[in-house]
């Protein structure tokens, strides 16, 4: 059992589609010579089979020589086995190539979507990047599968070329001149192809696009009663995809008729001039049976040529499609001047709004824009380099932008407003990594009041999550998310809006156990929220206004002390 794709070395090079596929080649040379030399083998086989075959008619039966018949059906034997093992071993090499550059290309992907976080659904839309993923990279991989054929054809094209000449030199230049003219007529019906296949995969992945925000939104979709308008958008871009396939489907018969009638046409022409040849007494019947083997044969490299053509053509616009992808630059890089993580205990600063962030304790931030105070929290997770550009966030002394991104990881955790789980086990849903035993994973769904949802759930633990933990309320999924921040047992911990899809009994008993799940080896916990449960158990409080501290204290002092934050409480209320 081989496991694939093999390890890749060094960055992938996307400066241009060819340039990509050069690398991504040059990823798996062992399996890519291997294919090509058996390719060239298998070919060979069958290249030289009309010539033995014209050899046992001359010397053995017109010759009368039972001996030399003999002989040469011994070597046509030898050439079948040869051919049929080669063929199977090309097979397989051309088959493991192009799932080593496919899954290859999947796992550059898979790497950029896991690192890039914000920035790539910025600039690529969710289906056009599930396409790249599910389609493009095979599309791509199958160029170094025919890549094995190609090179067979081409050497079996010269050792035919080799065998003819002996026989006429006519016909040897015919074949040498002739071949590479067929190909290159060919080129005339791909060039109008490469633009119809690059339309069609645009039109896909607008298709697949609407087709990814409508799934993601239809709970919503069918409360307001929009489905049917999401509908119609998907059936448009279904039809404009449907009417560039049939586009790209009508090139494609071009290309197989013109292909069929070019190589036929050389084969008629081929086969009438060694006829004229033997009429004329320059070869014998046996060289014409030869020839005329040759003459079928030679249809092969020219079929391979327009397979291979059409190939990558499509591997070009996949390729295009993943350098996309792979191009996005992450919000956040590693400092070019890096300076070690302050040790445990250094106080958090966000410069910009004046937030200080005391270690060991719960703070809580309040502003009647709670956008205002969801970006100050996040800025200190450090999500996008621009941002920090224009302010700094201070941890200990150290600069954050210039810490480690992973001890940033580590030590300081934001769990987001808009909660999201993925598909797999419950248990791997709340504890990735695996560090904690089922008591601590149950301990953290008491304090995030969740126990009930493990109560409803035939697996418990091992209950599979659907996509997007779709199976479960907007609440249910909030209390999951909390639970799993717990778990993350993070230095610092941010906590946006934890609360905001519950009821107001299960905000209370996630209020009242948040002290019991934080308060202790000197945690540290943020909190994002005006919701008076909340703010009821925190250690400290600081308002924002205008995007910037205007008070600071405990609830109890603020609500005495400022009308604004009071007001803002109230509504929240």
Request: glycine share 10%; with cysteine.
């Amino acid at each position: 059992m081989r496991s694939f794709p093999y390890p890749l070395t060094g960055s992938p090079d996307l400066r241009s589609p060819a340039r990509y596929l050069l690398w991504l080649g040059g990823q798996q040379k062992a399996t890519l010579a291997a294919g090509i030399l058996l390719g060239t083998v298998w070919m060979a086989s069958q290249a030289v089979m009309p010539f033995v075959l014209g050899r046992a008619l001359d010397e053995g039966i017109i010759g009368g020589d039972g001996r030399a018949l003999f002989g040469w059906a011994g070597v046509l034997l030898g050439l079948m086995v040869v051919q049929a093992v080669s063929d199977t071993a090309t097979h397989r090499a051309g088959v493991s190539n192009w799932m080593q550059a496919a899954f290859s290309s999947v796992r550059l992907v898979g790497d950029k979507i896991s690192r890039t976080g914000d920035a790539l659904p910025t600039a690529l839309s969710t289906g056009e990047v599930v396409s790249t993923a599910a389609s493009d990279a095979f599309r791509l991989g199958e160029v170094y599968e025919v890549l094995t054929r190609l090179a067979g054809a081409a050497a079996a094209w010269l050792v035919v070329t080799v065998l003819i000449w002996q026989t006429s030199p006519v016909l040897g230049v015919v074949v040498l001149v002739g071949v590479p003219v067929c190909c290159g007529l060919l080129l005339f019906v791909v060039r109008p192809m490469q633009a119809r296949q690059r339309e069609q995969r645009e039109a896909s992945g607008r298709m697949t696009a609407v087709g990814a925000d409508t799934v993601a939104g239809l709970r919503v979709l069918r409360g307001i009663g929009g489905e049917h308008i999401f509908v119609g958008r998907y059936r448009d871009k279904s039809t404009v995809t449907r009417d560039s396939g049939i586009r790209v489907a009508r090139s494609l018969a071009d290309l197989e008729a013109s292909q069929v009638f070019i190589a036929g046409t050389f084969s008629v022409v081929f086969t009438w001039v060694g006829a004229s040849l033997v009429l004329a007494g320059d070869i014998t019947p046996g060289e014409l049976v030869a020839l005329y083997g040759f003459s079928i044969f030679l249809m092969t490299p020219i079929r391979a040529a327009a397979d291979s053509v059409a190939r990558f053509i499509r591997a070009h616009v996949g390729a295009r499609k993943i350098i996309a992808v792979l191009s996005v630059d992450a919000n956040v890089a590693e400092s070019p001047t890096p300076v070690p993580a302050p040790p445990p205990g250094g106080v958090l600063v966000d410069e910009r709004s004046g937030v200080v962030v005391e270690p060991g304790l719960i703070t809580a931030v309040v502003s009647r824009e709670p956008a205002e105070s969801t970006d100050a929290v996040t800025r200190l997770g450090r999500f996008e380099d621009a941002v920090l550009a224009e302010a700094t966030v201070r941890w200990g002394a150290a600069d954050l932008r210039h810490v480690p991104l992973a001890d940033i990881r580590a030590r300081i955790v934001v769990s987001e407003a808009a909660p999201q789980l993925f598909s797999g086990a419950l248990r791997d849903q709340l504890d990735p990594h695996g560090r904690h035993d089922d008591d601590a994973v149950l301990a953290a769904l008491e304090a995030a009041s969740a126990l009930d949802i493990l109560d409803g759930l035939e697996g418990g633990l091992d209950h599979e999550v659907t996509e997007r933990g779709r199976g479960f309320s907007g609440g249910q999924r909030q209390r999951l998310v909390l639970a799993r921040a717990y778990l993350t047992d993070a230095e610092n911990l941010v906590l946006v809006e934890p609360t905001s899809a519950v009821d107001a009994h299960t905000e209370q008993r996630i209020a009242a156990r948040l002290g019991e799940a934080r308060r202790r080896d000197g945690r540290t916990t943020v909190v994002v929220t005006a919701s008076p449960l909340l703010l009821r158990v925190v250690d400290r409080v600081v308002f924002l206004e205008d995007g910037r501290v205007s008070a600071q204290g405990s609830h109890k002092d603020l609500m005495t002390s400022s009308s604004t934050y009071r007001n803002v409480v109230i509504r929240s209320e």
